[in-house]
């Protein structure tokens, strides 16, 4: 299974500075995988350890931050011989055992030498409750669900992704029926490893909306792991009501949807329970768009979206005959499944995201982002309608701002907006400038 990440694992293990790396992000994104399959193909050999499934890493970190102990006891676990140069060293499920994530630091300062891999789900490194954080004695790299690139690949169709990549856009838009019929696909399945791989052997909806579920369940039950009653209760207020927050047309959040006469103050720490367990994406509202655009952003409005668009669409309980055969029935969940898709792309490619609206009109650009010193006002839309007041004024009025636009026609660049097809959102962020 091709991941994006792959290459971000080579350049650590080539870096001449590299410390111990920590991957983060929710459960059941691939971290598991992606460690075991780097280690096989780039090291002689592997010693992985799990610190939920294995009861003595408890007593190993307990006793001190002693490196040498520390290996010994990694090879005691694990059966395996550790070489600084040619074994990977994974600690899995970190956050499991105390003061495993504040050994990393150690091993930083006294043992630079050895290949070390840890993970966690956010849920539980960002948390739970550790002595304290080897801030500055890690490299991090942020795990995501695959997005619709490595989803194509996933479903032996390199071919697509060679021709988007180059980009041969006029090429592309001879397939585009084909690369339509997979982004439908991906809109109903979406990129949970798990789950992408159930569809590719066996072809089975049910069995891809069973997996979805069954993610859900456990994050649930991860919540009420994590939490006390009262807050577990208002964070599932807050996850159950993103799908019709997300079917409004004016998607910013309102507290009243996840419950009725509900204020700021009661859903404040839910949602930011949600995000810094990675299961959802904030984009706040600027009342400016200037950069930097942190800078006017409007801490009283924004939008929420869901880690992964499959996941969302099972929330909504949308059929897979409306995603997969008649997507241009479903009303206003039309918007926000492609808004959702967008916004997963986008955040997967290390872009932070904004939105501008003016509540006393209709006006909205429905995604800002920033790169590079420039501003990119970012349209989103389901069909192939390219009326956009809002993002053509606001180019019209700033000569050195050009828009994005994503949309279900082919590739066109006009003076101001360059329009791409949304099967192409993931590999058109380079073509931006």
Known sequence: MYRKAYKDLLDWKNSKTKKPLLLLGARQVGKTWLMKQFGKNEYRNVAYINCDSEPMTKELFSTDY???RLLIGFQALTGESIDKDNTLIIIDEIQETTRGLHSLKYFCENAAEYHIIAAGSLLGVTLAQQESFPVGKVDMLKIYPMDFEEFLYAVNQKTLC?????PDYA?????STKLNKYLQQYYYIGGMPEVVKSFIENEDLKKVHDIQLSILNAYRNDISKHTSKNESVRIGQVLASMPSQLAKENKKFIYGVAKKGARAADFELAIQWLIDAGLIYKVPRVNKIAIPLKYYEDISAF????LDIGLLCCMADIPASSLLIDFNNLSEFKGMVTEQYVAQQLISSSLTLFYWAND?????IDFIAQSEGAIFPIEVKASTNVRGKSISKFTEENQNVHGIRYYLLGYKKQDRITNFPLYAVTFSTKQWF
């Open 66 to 68: 002693d490196i040498n």
């Open 162 to 166: 060679d021709i988007l990549s180059k």
């Open 171 to 175: 090429l592309a838009e001879t397939f």
């Open 303 to 306: 939008k929420l979206f869901f």
């Open 360 to 364: 006393r009109t209709p006006a909205e």
